[in-house]
């Protein structure tokens, strides 16, 4: 097993900018008795989801060498990807993504923090499916993951990157200041909070605040 370069004493690769290092794992979900399976691929420095695509038997290395490829064409290739020990990821992947010039790590066996993103990306992600209506389709799985992945990139303020959402935090985006208000200010500050749905999905929210000074 090749042993990660550049680990940390902790376990993790730290990437200072986008396209440093990926990570990529699949994961399970059931709908009544059926099984389907969820690949994605994840960057490290910004949480920002590249892509993450349904199918209906487990993915083969082949499957996870076109998502990176059609990741890497649209995004850049990465120095770095990280995936964990499952058999998709052994000989045919790894030679695969270092003719692309991309190091493959893969983590220990029973260390899952070393793939700690992915993982917790995919924890938010199955609270949200249990709530989503029963779709046994995998185009409308596909369309529905698409819809969750915009949110979570676009709308999804995310408390590591200090509350930017990972798209931000893949430009570079800075926040402005915050505001601050106090009670001493009166009741000239008038504060709006708005509720919508993203893309007409209920349980994908926006939620708006304003700030404006009474009439």
Same mark, same amino acid.
């Not at 290395?61 to 770095?80: M, Q, S, T």
């Not at 995310?158 to 009741?187: C, F, I, M």
């Not at 749905?197 to 605040?209: C, D, F, S, W």
């Given at each position: 097993?090749?042993?990660?370069?550049?680990?940390?004493?902790? !376990?993790?690769? =730290?990437?200072?900018?986008?396209?440093?290092?990926? &990570?990529?794992?699949?994961?399970?979900?059931?709908?009544?008795?059926?099984?389907?399976?969820?690949?994605?691929?994840?960057?490290?420095?910004?949480?920002?989801?590249?892509?993450?695509?349904?199918?209906?038997?487990?993915?083969? #290395?082949?499957?996870?060498?076109?998502?990176?490829?059609?990741?890497?064409?649209?995004?850049? =290739?990465?120095?770095?990807?990280?995936?964990?020990?499952?058999?998709?990821?052994? =000989?045919?992947?790894?030679?695969?993504?270092?003719?692309?010039?991309?190091? &493959?790590?893969?983590?220990?066996?029973?260390?899952?923090?070393?793939?700690?993103?992915?993982?917790?990306?995919?924890?938010?992600? =199955?609270?949200?499916?249990?709530?989503?209506?029963?779709?046994? @389709?995998?185009?409308?799985?596909?369309?529905?993951?698409?819809?969750? #992945?915009?949110?979570?990139?676009? @709308?999804?303020?995310?408390?590591?990157? !200090?509350?930017?959402?990972?798209?931000?935090? &893949?430009?570079?985006?800075?926040?402005?200041?915050?505001?601050? /208000?106090?009670?001493?200010?009166?009741?000239?500050?008038?504060?709006?909070?708005?509720?919508?749905? /993203?893309? !007409?999905?209920?349980?994908?929210?926006?939620?708006?605040?304003?700030?404006?000074?009474?009439?």
């Amino acid at each position: 097993m090749e042993e990660p370069v550049g680990v940390q004493p902790h !376990g993790l690769l =730290k990437p200072k900018r986008p396209n440093q290092v990926w &990570h990529s794992d699949i994961t399970q979900i059931r709908i009544l008795w059926f099984t389907f399976f969820i690949a994605a691929i994840l960057d490290g420095f910004s949480r920002k989801i590249l892509t993450l695509k349904v199918y209906t038997k487990t993915p083969c #290395a082949r499957n996870l060498v076109a998502l990176v490829k059609r990741a890497a064409a649209r995004h850049g =290739k990465p120095k770095f990807i990280i995936t964990d020990n499952g058999s998709q990821f052994h =000989k045919k992947f790894g030679k695969a993504v270092r003719r692309k010039r991309i190091r &493959h790590v893969r983590s220990r066996v029973r260390a899952p923090y070393l793939n700690g993103r992915m993982e917790r990306f995919f924890r938010t992600l =199955k609270l949200w499916q249990r709530l989503i209506l029963l779709a046994l @389709c995998v185009v409308n799985i596909q369309r529905r993951l698409d819809s969750f #992945a915009a949110w979570y990139n676009t @709308c999804r303020p995310h408390s590591a990157l !200090g509350s930017r959402t990972p798209e931000e935090a &893949h430009r570079g985006k800075t926040l402005p200041k915050p505001v601050a /208000y106090r009670t001493r200010d009166g009741p000239n500050i008038q504060i709006q909070i708005a509720r919508r749905k /993203y893309r !007409g999905e209920a349980r994908l929210p926006i939620v708006e605040i304003k700030l404006r000074k009474a009439a």
